[in-house]
């Protein structure tokens, strides 16, 4: 959430600032100090990047900007003016979900499913950034993003099969 201004405080200006989430572009006026996730959600409701500890140490809100892993929470709309958002929602093309999106399906890589779209996007970036060649090395990778339900096992089978499912695509 926004920060209310304090007593005889005056509220800032508000900001224009362009997100392009998932491909489209959404012109906003915005409080410069609105996080990049209450922008998201509040703003373009974009629920699928969800607010767990709004403090940057669970990973519940991981999105991709500009093809790098952030946590949204952690940083300011405004400074994302013209940069590319890609949210869980902009991974599937239509009814056709991710490799990854189908993995987490196949190998039950979710309980509640609160952490699932931040771990998705992690899993994602995981697989893009070669980090993903044995157990140990995806669970180190992953590290930033916590399930509370400890689905852990299921989520490092899940990253493996997105992983091996790449690679036999890639070698096509």
Known sequence: MTRAPGPGEPSPAPVEA????????????????TTLLDALRERLGSMGTKKGCDRGECGACTVHVNGRRINACMTLAVMHDGDEIDTVE???????????????IEHDAFQCGYCTPGQIMSAVACIRECHAGSRDEIREWMSGNLCRCGAYANIVAAVEAAAGAEAANASV
């Open 90 to 104: 902009g991974l599937a093309r239509g009814k056709d979900l991710h490799a990854v999106q189908r993995a987490f």
């Open 18 to 33: 362009t997100l392009r989430v998932n491909g489209v572009a959404h012109r906003l006026h915005l409080d410069p100090r």
